[in-house]
């Protein structure tokens, strides 16, 4: 069917402004078209010569389903596309668990077919045709999938996202696998739990917790996780390996509550992948600790540093359990330091302690006063009397440094024991954000002491995400001014404004921190090593009165080399769920040590066009660049 071409009379008289502007068009001037699914597309305007709106409806239907396969094979299913409209040219469709799509909208479902953002977020994007069937890769059994369907007309047009909910049925499991589970060394505050699979189990998922567990409800629905057997399979992997277990294991479980049922929750993996149902049968109850007479706690505080305290607390005999924490001196008064141990319910954060803590309180302030605090009680749940010890944080010594002198030279390589000692594309070590966790949180190389950065740490040195326009936007011109911004450097927060200019050719100027004493210059730019991408940062110290605007560093005669600090960062790309590596050259990929729920976590990346501090799946394997701890 021929297209019909409507001009209309509105676009008419606009394309009647437009075309002399056209002619008078300067270097800089630019259009920016901005879709419903957040993405940006800027054009120059003296590359524009009309432009026109298609009128005509076309057919871009799609009528696909998914059933089980025939033959029952477990995990396997059978997709149809079927017929497909008469303007359908090319057809894309990705798989997700529903829980994954059940709170996306149409424009957020669309993002999800970019390749720049698939490949962020660890989704794969198949292709289809219309009229043919498809075996779907494995699936887990019993699991809920939603595929997304995208359809394209002749002219790469994308359509409207057509959705297939589906569930993949139980099936059967591969062999006979089982576990047996045997408790021993019972105590008030733990136990030993020894994990024996038979001969059919390829690997397993375990996680000990209260049988009775508010919390964990709220924490899954706060995270989006369907139901507990998604939530042991997400978080129940060795620690070591951030894998499933495998062999018989032996774990001894400590801190725990007097008196309480625990559940050991298993999920079993069998020959072929597939999950076998939640175990939750092994269950055991600690036995009751302390006694009647008063209970109390005594603290010690030793190791006092500048933003650092080791404090000891340790409960006398007739403790069942104890709480504690700590607070600035002056901001509680001791009833009300009381009411929040005694009556606070129990969190990660504010736990019931049953044996001595020694805890390194870590990010305080310098110079400042702080009252350690415990609570304790007896067997029959009666509180003692409040233990406290005050102690002061040392005063600063050292002169501040601009952030980028706690960044890295290089990256860290794929052991995790050392850096590498080039900016080549292929040379750095790929870790999951787990991984990255395991091996590079805290390390020591070559006598320095390293760490991985925190998502505040990171936004020192790049902006956090901003749509739409990131404040390091390489190929547009901007001028972003007195932008307030709040960082981690060196263990301190730092509030400042900041200001951004570009001229889209490559390059962007800042002047960061005005308003505290590491006010510097910044220049953000994309060269070439050896053909691939490297991002070069340079940063210059600068004197307070502040006497330059951002256009005074935007030249290149500013920049002398004369207490310059450099840092370049390789486009590594990064490895996906398949093991493959994508964006390689192009792009670079940076975890931070701060996740972003279950399956996200924070990092720092960069393309052709832009850099900012962003999130990506937390399975997707990238680069890790350590930064210097402030000693």
């Given at each position: 069917m021929k297209r019909s071409l409507l001009l209309l009379t509105l676009l008419v008289g606009f394309l009647g402004?437009?075309?002399?502007?056209?002619?008078?068009a300067q270097n800089g001037e630019r259009m920016l078209l901005y879709t419903k699914s957040g993405k940006v597309i800027p054009y120059r305007v003296q590359h524009l010569d009309s432009i026109k709106f298609l009128t005509d409806n076309i057919d871009l239907a799609l009528h696909p389903q998914i059933a089980p396969r025939p033959d029952g094979a477990t995990g396997a299913m059978k997709m149809n596309v079927g017929a497909v409209g008469q303007n359908v040219r090319r057809i894309s469709y990705v798989l997700l668990e529903t829980h994954q799509t059940a709170k996306m909208d149409e424009y957020q479902s669309l993002r999800l077919f970019d390749p720049e953002e698939a490949a962020r977020t660890g989704v794969q994007i198949f292709e289809a045709e219309g009229n043919m069937q498809y075996d779907l890769p494995s699936m887990q059994r019993g699991y809920s999938y939603t595929a997304l369907f995208l359809p394209y007309d002749e002219l790469g047009c994308p359509g409207d996202v057509t959705r297939v909910r589906f569930t993949v049925p139980l099936g059967s499991l591969k062999g006979a696998p089982s576990i047996q589970v045997d408790f021993s060394e019972v105590q008030g505050n733990g136990f030993?739990?020894?994990?024996?699979?038979?001969?059919?189990v390829k690997g397993y998922f375990f996680l000990c917790e209260e049988t009775n567990n508010p919390a964990r409800n709220q924490k899954m629905q706060e995270l989006g996780i369907p139901d507990l057997k998604h939530y042991i399979v997400q978080f129940g992997v060795d620690p070591e390996t951030g894998k499933p277990y495998e062999g018989v294991k032996e774990k001894t479980f400590s801190e725990l509550k007097k008196n309480v049922e625990y559940t050991l929750y298993v999920?079993?993996?069998?020959?072929?992948?597939?999950?076998?149902?939640?175990?939750d049968t092994f269950k055991v109850i600690t036995k009751p600790k302390g006694t009647s007479e008063t209970a109390s706690c005594t603290i010690e505080v030793t190791e006092i540093t500048e933003q650092t305290a080791t404090i000891i607390t340790t409960p006398n005999v007739n403790t069942s359990a104890f709480r504690r924490s700590i607070f600035k001196k002056g901001t509680k008064t001791e009833e009300e330091m009381l009411t929040y141990l005694r009556d606070t319910p129990e969190t990660a954060q504010l736990p019931f302690y049953t044996e001595p803590q020694t805890q390194v309180?870590?990010?305080l302030d310098p110079a400042t006063t702080y009252v350690a605090v415990a609570l304790a009680r007896n067997a029959d749940d009666k509180w003692g009397p409040l233990a406290r010890k005050e102690f002061t944080t040392k005063a600063p010594q050292v002169e501040p440094q601009i952030p980028l002198a706690y960044v890295a030279e290089y990256n860290l390589?794929?052991?995790?024991?050392?850096?590498?000692?080039?900016?080549?594309?292929d040379v750095s070590g790929f870790f999951s954000y787990e991984e990255a966790k395991t091996k590079a949180l805290k390390t020591t190389i070559d006598g320095v002491n390293y760490h991985l950065p925190s998502q505040a740490e990171w936004m020192s040195i790049i902006p956090l995400d901003k749509i739409p326009i990131d404040y390091i936007n390489f190929a547009v011109a901007y001028d972003q001014t007195d932008i307030s911004e709040t960082v981690s450097v060196a263990g301190k927060e730092v509030t400042s404004t900041n200001d951004y200019h570009a001229a889209g050719?490559?390059?962007?100027?800042?002047?960061?921190?005005?308003?505290?004493?590491?006010?510097?210059?910044?220049?953000?730019?994309?060269?070439?090593?050896?053909?691939?991408?490297l991002l070069k940062i340079t940063?210059?110290?600068l004197e307070t009165p502040l006497a330059?605007?951002?256009?005074?560093?935007?030249?290149?005669?500013?920049?002398?080399?004369?207490?310059?600090?450099?840092?370049?960062?390789?486009?590594?790309g990064m490895v996906t769920s398949s093991g493959s590596v994508v964006q390689k050259g192009s792009d670079g990929y940076f975890w931070s040590a701060t996740d972003n729920g279950p399956f996200y976590a924070w990092g720092m990346f960069f393309t052709d066009s832009s850099s900012d501090v962003g999130r990506y799946m937390s399975r997707l394997k990238c680069s890790v660049r350590l930064f210097i701890n402030a000693e």
């Open positions: 402004l437009f075309r002399p502007a056209v002619a008078q030993k739990a020894k994990m024996t699979p038979n001969g059919d999920v079993l993996i069998d020959a072929e992948g597939q999950y076998s149902d939640l175990y309180w870590e990010g390589n794929q052991d995790g024991d050392h850096l590498v000692s080039t900016q080549a594309s050719d490559g390059i962007v100027y800042a002047l960061r921190y005005k308003g505290t004493e590491l006010v510097s210059a910044w220049r953000y730019e994309l060269i070439s090593n050896d053909g691939d991408r940063a210059r110290p330059l605007t951002v256009e005074d560093i935007a030249k290149a005669s500013f920049w002398t080399g004369e207490k310059e600090i450099v840092r370049q960062f390789p486009a590594s």
